[in-house]
């Protein structure tokens, strides 16, 4: 089985571009699922069941999405296995713009909008940074000269990923993505061992643990204080 993982800001077009993938992919009688990780709430698992693709969601509550998503892995893969499937696809939350769930060796997609501003790619870390593929979502909104210029800020960032524009309402560009997530020399039957490509955030702090107070005599642990001191003579 080939595991291939999206992951991107909120409301990029994740699950659009993912849905117009698996068309693409099922139009070549290629086996496909996929696990949705999110925080609170989704129901775009209902999509994926209403299109016929099996499906699981799993729903991290207080924990960060991408920890969750590393605690599970390897049981998500072991579900795409126990289903026979020739490609699994795991879409993440992405929420904060630092994490990034990706593993080594495994195939990793970020999708990213032209609506989010020009200096979004900038912002975001290891999401973007890492990916061997950055989706370009929404151009048809924007003009050509925009879209241009954003996608100059994505290489920019991210200078050796393969690049692409989809429309997630028509599907255009979808084809030729589906034409690279399928690898024979990248199937596995598990994760255990692999690697990230890419450290977690570290915050265990009293906050992580339910503290709910606010004051310096409740922080415990990994806490990271603003230097708002006032620079003078040029220090």
Not at 159 to 187: C, F, R, V, W
Request: proline share 4%; with cysteine; hydrophobic share 35%.
């Amino acid at each position: 089985m080939n595991l291939v993982v999206f992951s991107g800001p909120p409301s990029s077009g994740k699950t659009s571009v993912i849905m117009k993938t698996i068309d693409a992919l099922k139009s070549q009688n290629i086996n496909v699922g996929v696990v949705k990780f999110d925080c609170l709430y989704t129901d775009d698992d209902v999509l994926y069941e209403k299109a016929g693709i099996p499906v699981r969601k799993g729903l991290s509550g207080s924990l960060c999405p991408d920890h969750f998503f590393v605690s599970n892995i390897e049981e998500v893969v072991q579900w795409g296995v126990e289903k026979n499937l020739d490609l699994l696809i795991t879409e993440s939350a992405g929420l904060c713009n630092r994490c990034s769930p990706y593993i080594k060796e495994i195939k990793g997609i970020c999708v990213i909008d032209n609506l989010s501003g020009i200096n979004t790619p900038k912002k975001i870390g290891p999401m973007l940074r890492s990916a061997d593929i950055v989706v370009i979502t929404k151009g048809d909104i924007v003009s050509q000269a925009e879209r241009e210029v954003f996608e100059s800020k994505v290489n920019s960032v991210n200078p050796t990923a393969i690049t692409m524009h989809i429309n997630g309402l028509t599907g255009q560009g979808a084809y030729e993505l589906s034409t690279l997530l399928l690898d024979e020399k990248k199937e596995i039957n598990t994760v255990k061992g692999m690697k990230l490509r890419f450290p977690m955030p570290s915050a265990l702090c009293s906050y992580c643990l339910g503290e709910t107070r606010i004051g310096e005599q409740y922080q415990m642990g990994n806490v990271r204080k603003m230097d708002l001191e006032d620079k003078k003579d040029g220090k």
